[in-house]
């Protein structure tokens, strides 16, 4: 068993990482990969008994599929820009604070059994990972921002577990290698952006 786990996890980081890539690109491919890395990151997790985090990768797998037939069909032409003001994600992240806050307390007063306090943040970056991947099915540029903040957080709190005697390095430091690599596909979504801003400002020029 722990070499079928090691290569379904080693398989899963190596999907993440090509999805990336794609995903930089803007190609509906990288949805294709990401869905991978979900249905290995599943079966792994459920493996392990991590039921709660098994079923969070099917979320994935449905977001998954809905961003590639959406690149693939409704959002082929348009490149990245920023769609949503900011308010819009203000509240946003209201909601998502409000409803990690819920499901925490709702777990903790249940009987699933001992729930540590710091588990909280794992709900909430969770959460906030759900909705970076529906603003990247849309090709919001802010997707990435939410993306590095939770890849962040998910580091230094798989820090914190490995010091409470869990082993979490191994994912501590990926998550770290995936919060650079948003950085990156966050850099060239906005080189793109600039590059198209520019493109429409000099064809009204001409036009005008």
Not at 71 to 99: M, Q
Not at 162 to 173: C, L, R
């Amino acid at each position: 068993m722990p070499q079928v786990l090691s290569l379904l996890e080693i398989l899963s980081v190596a999907f993440v990482l090509v999805y990336l890539y794609y995903a930089s690109m803007q190609k509906p491919l990288a949805w294709i990969f990401g869905v991978l890395a979900s249905v290995l990151s599943a079966i792994y997790f459920w493996q392990l008994q991590l039921y709660g985090s098994s079923v969070l990768q099917w979320f994935y797998i449905l977001q998954g599929l809905n961003g590639f037939f959406t690149w693939l069909y409704f959002e082929s032409n348009r490149k990245a820009s920023r769609r949503y003001s900011f308010t819009y994600h203000v509240i946003a992240l209201l909601v998502i604070l409000s409803v990690s806050v819920g499901i925490y307390f709702f777990i903790k007063s249940s009987s699933f059994g001992a729930y540590k306090g710091y588990n909280y943040f794992d709900i909430l970056f969770a959460l906030g990972s759900i909705w970076a991947t529906q603003l990247e099915t849309k090709k919001d540029i802010v997707c990435w921002d939410y993306w590095i903040a939770c890849n962040l957080g998910y580091t230094a709190l798989y820090i914190y577990q490995s010091f409470q005697g869990e082993s979490m390095y191994f994912y501590s430091a990926l998550m770290l290698l995936l919060a650079v690599f948003s950085y990156w596909a966050r850099r060239k979504w906005s080189d793109e952006m600039l590059k198209e801003n520019q493109l429409q400002s000099d064809t009204n020029k001409h036009q005008s």
